[in-house]
């Protein structure tokens, strides 16, 4: 993760929160309002596929503004969902997103932790969800490794993330948050 450091001026990791239990935070360097500071990693749900089974005792099912969810659990069957989809969309020996954030360290994308972000309400959060589908074809198929998502259902020319994207200052230290209701 010390790339990102080297290119952003910042670099995020996971540590202990007093908000709830765990939380990112950015351990070097400070973050400037407009920068996309994490991704929100995990299997994409297109409307009408089913989820229900990964829905169970699952807090990080994120729904988009038009009913796309974004299951970013790493453990349990979500992250067997993830791990199949993944394998199934498969280029030959080319990897077409990342896996790596589904341990919760030594991440291949260094912001692939945006799952992790806690609440902070309304007047605490300091970034806010942007949706964003990004067209494929435009990525070179050795840098689609580095893509924290991966879908669910047949695959598509094109793929959604969602980013968390600096609305403040962030200084080093601090504890990112989120208001969970501030889709852009």
Known sequence: SGINAEYGGFEVGIGSSVVH???VFVKEGTVSPGTIVAY????IYLPGDS???QSFSNSFI???SDGVFIDGKHNGISGM???SASEKNRLGPYMTCD???LMLSDFQNPLACGQIVNNGG???ANVCYCEVDIDLRLIPLKERKFIPNVLHSEPSAFIRLVVLVATKHINMGEEILSSYFSIN
Not at 40 to 43: D, E, F, S, V
Request: net charge positive; hydrophobic share 25%.
């Open 81 to 83: 969902f993830y791990r």
């Open 21 to 23: 239990r765990r939380g």
């Open 40 to 43: 929100y990693p995990g299997t």
């Open 51 to 53: 989820i229900l089974l």
């Open 99 to 101: 896996t790596s954030w």
């Open 62 to 64: 994120f729904q988009c």
């Open 122 to 124: 309304g007047d605490n």
